[in-house]
């Protein structure tokens, strides 16, 4: 079992900057694979970026490539989503997720373990 909290959401301007956090409890944190997703409202919940259990292998959607970097502190037990050059597009509630290794990173199905949410809304 893994239980995530995630932290860091707010309101910001556009061009502006926010980290978000995501707890994880257990002591085999490090061998999942956690990904960040997010949700605007009417709309379904998309693939943001994704980290290997390790840390070493990074993936990142092309609508923030460039802009967000995922990274993680096992020592912690904590994956971070830094998030600049913010756009009104980027608002939305932000998950973050724990899957294991080998699945499709992707898929929304390949995670079995969820956080709340931390909503993050950018003004224009």
């Known amino acids: 079992q893994v239980q995530l909290v995630e932290s860091g959401g707010g309101l910001v301007q556009a061009g502006g900057s926010l980290r978000l956090s995501c707890a994880g409890s257990?002591?085999?944190?490090?061998?999942?694979?956690v990904g960040w997703f997010r949700q605007a409202p009417g709309k379904e919940r998309d693939f943001v970026a994704v980290?290997?259990?390790?840390?070493?292998?990074?993936i990142t959607a092309d609508a923030v490539k460039g802009r967000f970097t995922i990274s993680r502190d096992n020592a912690k037990n904590t994956v971070f989503l830094q998030m600049n050059s913010l756009k009104p597009e980027d608002t939305a509630v932000y998950y973050c997720a724990a899957g294991r290794a080998g699945s499709n990173a992707y898929s929304r199905d390949s995670y079995a373990y969820w956080g709340q949410g931390t909503q993050v809304t950018v003004s224009s």
């Open positions: 257990g002591r085999t944190f490090s061998s999942y694979i």
């Open positions: 980290i290997s259990g390790s840390g070493g292998g990074t």
